[in-house]
């Protein structure tokens, strides 16, 4: 859901608010983020030419994908097909809107992205349809690993494979698409950006004693009780928001909890993903109704929420909205929260 094109949270009594931008930066943050990116090489320089990134972008480029594969580009591309919604919107946010030919299904930020041409959901693809837009990049993911990405390389087709984890990864991601189509200016100025939102949160969660820090518990189902691991960008904003996640000792990136283990882990904040079309708020509604869980101190304050799963799930950049909507949640003595929450 938005509003003015703001995300929106919903709060322990059902109330709605939409989650403002953290504005502000330090001055450490400015130095320590200029210092990583003027480290940084192009793709093509090789470091030869000490790292200056207003060097234009030379081809042919080859760049290592997130898969290991070797991905030669003969010229800047200027037709791209994304086949997931993070790179999607990585690509607006870097002002290619024009040359992205072709998207998935689920590709739905910002919305311009639903009038782009359909190639599939998300895990399949038509290959008459991509054939049809002889795409010079097609930006990939891992799920398109073992059987997508060969059949489209079988067709001559360029493939670069797109997996971040984590929040440095993802910065990571967009400087690597932004070296691959000759914007890596702007994909520079988009990191600085982040970095600079990530800092006004972080410089003041990270100071915490781990006594100011509430145990957090993230829904994803309720029937099974699903949660996140440690290895899930969903986990790794909970850490950077200031709270910690009841289920941080769990294998898995999607691990099941018991219902008797979460009330044992009696969480002080209780977050439900939500998603799109029917029975998206469904492990919101469990939380708060049912009765078991009423003696855990989440129920107790009035502290379940629910959050997009896009905003702190997709890789991209609204990762960074992502960070800040659960610093909200599980800081608003800090962070802030309307009024009448």
Not at 45 to 71: H, S
Not at 179 to 205: G, H, P
Not at 269 to 291: D, Q, R
Request: charged share 20%; net charge negative; proline share 6%.
């Amino acid at each position: 859901m938005k509003i003015n094109n703001s995300p929106l949270i919903r709060g322990g009594k059902g109330r709605l608010w939409t989650v403002g931008t953290l504005i502000g930066m330090t001055f450490l943050a400015s130095v320590l983020v200029l210092g990583f990116l003027t480290s940084c090489t192009t793709a093509t320089d090789n470091g030869d030419n000490g790292g200056d990134t207003t060097l234009p972008a030379e081809y042919p480029m080859t760049l290592t994908d997130y898969a290991g594969r070797q991905v030669t580009l003969e010229s800047e591309p200027q037709k791209i097909i994304s086949l997931a919604p993070s790179n999607t919107e990585i690509i607006y946010a870097l002002g290619l809107e024009d040359r992205l030919m072709g998207v998935t299904t689920f590709c739905d930020y910002p919305a311009a992205a639903l009038d782009k041409p359909k190639i599939g959901g998300f895990n399949t693809v038509e290959l008459e349809q991509v054939v049809q837009i002889q795409p010079d990049l097609i930006l990939a993911t891992n799920i398109h690993v073992a059987e997508v990405v060969p059949q489209l390389e079988a067709l001559g087709l360029t493939v670069f494979v797109v997996d971040p984890r984590g929040v440095a990864e993802i910065k990571d991601a967009i400087l690597e698409i932004g070296r691959l189509t000759s914007s890596l200016d702007e994909a520079y100025q988009l990191v600085i950006e982040m970095e600079n939102r990530i800092a006004t949160v972080t410089d003041i969660t990270s100071n915490m004693t781990a006594e100011q820090k509430p145990r957090v518990f993230y829904i994803i189902w309720h029937e099974p009780l699903m949660t996140v691991g440690p290895d899930t960008n969903i986990h790794e904003l909970i850490g950077l928001a200031g709270g910690v996640s009841v289920a941080e000792d769990l294998g898995g990136e999607y691990p099941t909890m018991s219902l008797e283990a979460l009330i044992a882990a009696n969480p002080q904040v209780i977050i439900a993903g939500s998603g799109m079309g029917e029975g998206a708020s469904l492990p919101y509604l469990f939380a708060l109704s049912e009765e078991r869980l009423a003696g855990v101190d989440a129920l107790l304050d009035n502290q379940v929420y629910e959050v997009n799963t896009d905003l702190v799930g997709r890789a991209g950049p609204r990762i960074v909205d992502g960070l800040e909507a659960m610093a909200k949640l599980i800081h608003p003595e800090i962070f802030g929260l309307p009024d009448d929450v």
